[in-house]
């Protein structure tokens, strides 16, 4: 029986270092994965945002990429959100949620 991607992630943070790693890089995913939907349920193409936005798609794309290395500025985020007509709205939670 093959494992699957679920059993590998499981057994992957039952590892109390990959754990808190993985808590620590939940943010940067989720918002990259937010970013993609928003654009994506405003039926724009990444070329079609980087139009609004007069930028280049590859930095749209780097900005929706889990691996990239950069750190959109809040001010990117909320001209990226407006294009896809969303306005951006932050939440904070304490942490031992």
Same mark, same amino acid.
């Given at each position: 029986?093959?494992?699957?991607?679920?059993?590998?992630?499981?057994?992957?943070?039952?590892?109390?270092?990959?754990?808190?790693?993985?808590?620590?890089?939940?943010?940067?995913?989720?918002?990259?994965?937010?970013? /993609?939907?928003?654009?994506?349920? *405003?039926?724009?193409?990444?070329? +079609? $945002?980087?139009? @609004?936005? #007069?930028?280049?798609?590859?930095?749209?794309?780097?900005?929706?990429?889990?691996?990239?290395?950069?750190?959109?500025?809040?001010?990117? /985020?909320?001209?990226?959100?407006? *294009?896809?007509?969303?306005?951006? +709205? $932050?939440?904070? @939670?304490? #942490?031992?949620?």
């Amino acid at each position: 029986m093959r494992s699957t991607l679920k059993d590998f992630k499981k057994k992957a943070l039952s590892d109390p270092e990959v754990a808190e790693e993985y808590r620590n890089l939940a943010p940067a995913y989720e918002l990259r994965r937010q970013l /993609i939907k928003i654009r994506k349920d *405003a039926g724009l193409t990444q070329e +079609q $945002i980087a139009e @609004i936005l #007069q930028t280049k798609k590859s930095n749209i794309s780097r900005l929706e990429n889990v691996n990239s290395t950069i750190s959109p500025k809040l001010s990117t /985020i909320e001209e990226y959100a407006k *294009a896809a007509g969303y306005r951006m +709205q $932050i939440r904070f @939670i304490p #942490q031992s949620q």
